[in-house]
């Protein structure tokens, strides 16, 4: 069992250790926080947040949609993330982006969606609802009656940086169950490329980066977009 509740499988570890194997080779040594290892405090400055394998379920069913994400903070917050990367382990594409640098899709800048060639009917809206409660299913019915295109791949972290590419209109989760270890990287990454992330009280996401912190978010490229899905979903 993981330190973030989760049952830990093979690939879960094998990348974890991988990350571990990696800093010692560069003689850094800060503290780290992971969904397996929980926290381990370091001799350096700073705090690197990783989930070793994003989309887990995906990659033990064969399903080709998982990532490996890393995330450096000087502080503990979300807000405080200064450079992040998610690996595509499938494709091979990386995306990464540092503070105030820009967000990039291996070495092209990306961009979110700032204006959709299509209505807000026949945008394309990733919606996480696995293990979405009763409560939260009949906030979230409205919107999904309202849309025509929902998508949900199975990885957080990979989904949000196809938002921050533009593939994907909007990216919702408001079930209250997303780790802040899942959003550390892909975080910066959308707000670097231009999107915009908020919490379902419509302030400005963040939380403390501690394997135990859970939220919920709505990420959308312009405030009419965020306007119209939580409009649908009070």
Known sequence: MGAGGDVSTKIDLIAEKSVFEILKKNSFDPDVVGE??????????????????????NANCGLPF?????????????????DAVVFNLVSGDLYHASLSKGSFM???KIQTAKEPSLSIKEM??????????EH????????VSSISHVRHL????????????????AYIDIRDKIRAIDMAACYLIAKEAGGLIFDTSGKELNTNLSVNSRMSFIAVA??????WIINLIR
């Open 154 to 169: 199975g990885a957080n972290a990979l989904e949000l940086c196809y938002f921050a590419r533009g593939a994907i209109d």
């Open 66 to 82: 998982y990532c490996c994400s890393l995330a450096y903070s000087p502080d503990t917050n979300l807000k405080s993330v200064t």
């Open 222 to 227: 312009n405030i009419p977009m965020y306007d």
């Open 136 to 143: 939260h299913f009949l906030s979230i019915s409205k919107l």
């Open 124 to 133: 394309v809206i990733g919606l996480n609802i696995s293990g979405l409660s």
């Open 106 to 108: 291996n070495e092209k």
């Open 36 to 57: 397996e290892c929980g926290f381990i405090e370091g001799k350096d400055n700073g705090l690197v947040v990783m989930d070793g394998v994003d989309g887990t379920t």
